[in-house]
């Protein structure tokens, strides 16, 4: 009987309070990623395309990847496409 109870008392603990808390932690955890360093994020890739390509590098017109040179398929008016654009 004591074990029982208690068994019962721990499912009841575990279902609905346990639940409604990492729910709680997991929408606060997502707002402050959205709100904190996403911005970061954001500027850092906008930098990073900004700075010219590596000369081993070209940028895809197709797919606009930076590729490697040997990733190179074709060139066509001043624009390089890859080869996986260019199967
Ligand atoms: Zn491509």
Redesign the pocket.
Known sequence: MGSAKSLEALQSVNAPDARSVVRELDESDALDEAMTPGGEFVAEELIVQVIPQAGDEFT?Y??F?VRHRSQLAREKNGHS??I??EG
């Open positions: 895809c197709s797919c990847l496409y890859c996986e654009c």
